[in-house]
């Protein structure tokens, strides 16, 4: 059907593995909980798992921050445990990604415990140092994502150091000659190892402003996106100096060159900037990342007018790139909760996953989206995110969407024998897995028969796509692929709505699995929240064929 590589048009389950699978009892999920999960994650119709990081660290941010980049920390296993994952995921037909984190380290990396020690040592510019102003401030105004300034003092050597995430995490010098390649060592460990790929974390904050020049203010008016909401300090500037430089552009070549050492090997980049979309398509392509994502679907905004813009302005930067798109992961409230509310059915959640793997590219699915899971409460004594416990209140952080995944009814949702790291909230064990399988209308499996229709349809894997003009709350577009030309009808409100067909259908759907709608005399009738698909002729070719029902 084509000649595409493996990862164009594939569908990514992340798994955050400390809410996964738990299998010696200690609360938190680990490697083998995963590896005894597997046959579950190929029953959905997946290409490949994302799993997110595993490495050792001391786990101030839960694993983003990494203090061995080349060892599983022991609450998740061993290296044996990772290859016998590996080993299974491939025996079962998925591909595996594994995340890195290039742009900082652990503060208890032995890099940066070395570095810290002296202004002489041998790497003593591994990470990014400065001297304080004449009066002992921090050396600019630059701050952290996760609030106050992205300056820590070491006292040491009398200089701050930069951290533009959590001040445990020192992010790494990549002008300093020796960083890139000692980098790009680890993702060689891997793939030796066997992985098929990355997700590149924060993959455009690698590399600093060398003359520290202070970001510019934002207006008041400006402080939103990126996800970050006002409260943040963060969202405050313009980021134009720490992070999303020019020189990120050469080490994603070298990066990409490695990767072509191992044939099918893929990358995954993260990207928030102050124009992700521009910064995407600058990023991606034959000699950079084989595709990226950012947050611009992973906000509160779901009208069918923004989606369409965004995914169009893409479309016009990134002509020959491929993009990924994520609406949902371990960083953001659950799609279910973010875009129509925790008490909406449970089928909406199929309908929006169903929405982004119908976009023109990859797709990105978080844990827990084929059960429809609701974001989870969280009450403030249980919280382990750093982010959420600083925000408290005007931010839960993101605890409510990293709690485990609910295997059975249940207290612990049959995750672990344990106390587990974070509660099970009440309304998923309803929703567990073992609920839903026996039930052909649950969103579990909704989401398996979608999957099936979509793994067998090359204008939904590879195709192009164009957008129909269409009142809100609709969302109309064409993905075409050779001879197959699919269109594709959103109903994204709640309220029914009814639109005339184009005269080029040939053949109208149900839902594929999700709730449909119906044709009557040339014109679409959709529920609310719901879906019609038909196959559609060439414009130019039949003009004037009929409507007609498929059953």
Not at 206 to 214: A, E, F, N, Q, V
Not at 255 to 273: C, F, I, M, Q
Request: aromatic share 12%; charged share 20%; glycine share 8%.
């Amino acid at each position: 059907m084509s000649n595409a590589p493996w990862w164009r048009g594939a569908v990514i389950y992340q798994i955050y593995p400390r809410s996964f699978q738990d299998s010696d009892g200690d609360g938190i999920g680990d490697l083998p909980g995963i590896t005894a999960r597997l046959d579950y994650v190929a029953s959905l119709g997946v290409d490949a798992i994302w799993i997110s990081p595993f490495f050792k660290s001391p786990m101030a941010d839960f694993g983003y921050d990494i203090a061995d980049f080349r060892d599983v920390d022991p609450v998740f296993g061993t290296l044996a445990d990772f290859d016998a994952l590996l080993a299974k995921a491939h025996a079962l037909g998925l591909k595996v990604l594994i995340d890195q984190v290039p742009s900082h380290t652990s503060i208890e990396h032995p890099w940066f415990q070395e570095s810290r020690q002296s202004r002489d040592n041998p790497r003593a510019d591994w990470y990014v140092w400065a001297d304080p102003r004449e009066d002992g401030t921090p050396p600019n105004n630059w701050l952290s994502i996760f609030g106050g300034p992205a300056w820590q003092w070491e006292p040491r050597r009398e200089q701050y150091y930069l951290h533009n995430f959590l001040a445990a995490q020192p992010d790494l010098n990549f002008h300093h000659p020796d960083v890139p390649g000692a980098t790009l060592d680890h993702l060689r460990f891997w793939l030796d190892r066997g992985v098929d790929g990355f997700r590149l974390d924060s993959i455009n904050f690698c590399y600093h402003d060398r003359l520290l020049r202070d970001n510019p203010a934002k207006p008041a008016e400006q402080r939103f996106g990126r996800g970050f909401s006002p409260d943040n300090p963060y969202a405050y500037q313009y980021h134009h100096f720490n992070n999303t430089r020019p020189e990120n552009l050469a080490f994603l070549g070298q990066l990409r060159r490695l990767l072509d050492h191992y044939p099918g090997a893929t990358s995954l980049g993260e990207v928030s900037s102050e124009d992700s979309l521009a910064t995407m398509a600058e990023y991606t392509g034959d000699e950079r990342l084989h595709m990226s994502y950012s947050f611009e679907l992973l906000t509160d905004e779901c009208s069918a007018r923004y989606i369409r813009a965004t995914v169009e302005s893409l479309e016009r930067q990134m002509p020959r790139g491929w993009p990924c798109w994520a609406i949902s992961n371990h960083d953001t409230m659950r799609v279910r909760s973010r875009w129509a509310g925790s008490d909406a059915p449970e089928h909406i959640a199929s309908l929006f996953t169903a929405l982004a793997c119908t976009l023109r590219g990859s797709v990105c699915v978080y844990q827990g989206e084929e059960l429809g899971l609701p974001e989870a409460e969280v009450p403030f004594h249980a919280l382990r995110d750093p982010y959420g416990i600083a925000f408290w209140p005007n931010s839960k952080g993101r605890d409510g969407c990293r709690t485990p995944i609910p295997w059975r009814d249940g207290e612990h949702g049959a995750f672990t024998t344990g106390t587990p790291w974070l509660p099970v909230d009440s309304r998923h064990r309803g929703l567990s897995v073992a609920a839903q399988e026996g039930d052909p209308a649950s969103p579990l499996n909704r989401f398996r028969h979608f999957m099936q229709w979509r793994r067998h349809s090359p204008a939904l894997r590879w195709g192009e796509i164009s957008f129909l003009d269409a009142p809100e709350p609709l969302l109309v577009f064409l993905r075409s692929f050779d001879d197959e030309t699919v269109l594709a009808m959103f109903n994204l409100g709640g309220e029914a709505a009814a639109l005339p067909l184009p005269a080029c259908v040939l053949c109208v759907h149900d839902g594929h699995g999700l709730p449909g709608g119906r044709v009557e005399d040339g014109v679409a009738y959709l529920p609310g929240h719901s879906v019609l698909f038909a196959d559609v002729a060439m414009l130019q070719a039949v003009a004037d064929a009929p409507a007609a029902a498929c059953r």
